[in-house]
Each structure stands twice: as C-alpha cells, then as structure tokens.
C-alpha cells in the first residue's frame, strides 16, 4: 500500500501544497469528492478546465482566507487531477490518480500555469 499524501510542502507553520494518491480507476466525481473533505465547507469552485495532461479547479474559500491572511488573501485552492498510468502524458476522467492541492488563487483559467 501506497501512501495517501506525499510531496507535502509546508511554509510557515502552514501547509501550502500536497498531492494525494487515489486507487486507479478513480473516476471524476469521487476525486471531486475527495477533494472536497479536504477544504472548509464554504469551498466553492470559481473555474475549472481540462487540458490534455489533467484537469484543474479553482477553488476558493473566505475561512482559508481568514486563516492564512496575508500569505492569501483570497483563500484560493488551486486543484489539479491527473492521471499517472498513461506516464502522465493524457488525463482521464475515469482515472484519476494524482489530486494536487496548492494554496493558490487564479481569477480566470488565464492566468493559471498549465499541468
């Protein structure tokens, strides 16, 4: 058995950035659920876009951004699903194998980075 969180980054007592890993075949709906047990219950979801590489959601919070203050303030999650089987080259919604999680916050699909 694999670890669930890995590539944990933590930066002034807070966590910032971590990846969890799901059993293949995890399709879209679940990862989505997943994720959302990972952030506080105000998380909505502000954009999302598929690339060819993965999936990515913006999410954001107004109690992450009461907590974490002027690191963000707009309590922003910036999430990403991804697919490793492939060698990470194409996502699949029917497998979804990486969730990324950043304290990141991107107003429009725009002005985030691809995958």
């Not at 944990?8 to 075949?25: A, D, E, I, K």
């Not at 690339?51 to 009461?66: G, V």
């Not at 080259?89 to 950043?102: A, G, I, T």
């Amino acid at each position: 058995m694999q670890d669930r969180y890995v590539e944990v980054f933590r930066f002034g007592g807070r966590v910032l950035f971590y990846t969890m890993y799901l059993r293949p075949s995890t399709g879209e709906q679940e990862a989505l659920f997943f994720t959302a047990a990972e952030l506080p219950p105000d998380a909505t979801i502000v954009w999302q876009r598929d690339l060819q590489r993965c999936k990515q959601i913006q999410f954001q919070s107004a109690t992450l951004a009461k907590v974490v203050g002027e690191q963000d303030r707009d309590g922003g999650v910036e999430v990403e699903f991804s697919t490793t089987a492939n060698g990470g080259d194409f996502y699949s919604p029917n497998d979804v194998q990486n969730v990324s999680l950043v304290n990141m916050f991107h107003a429009s699909p725009d002005d985030a980075s691809g995958c």
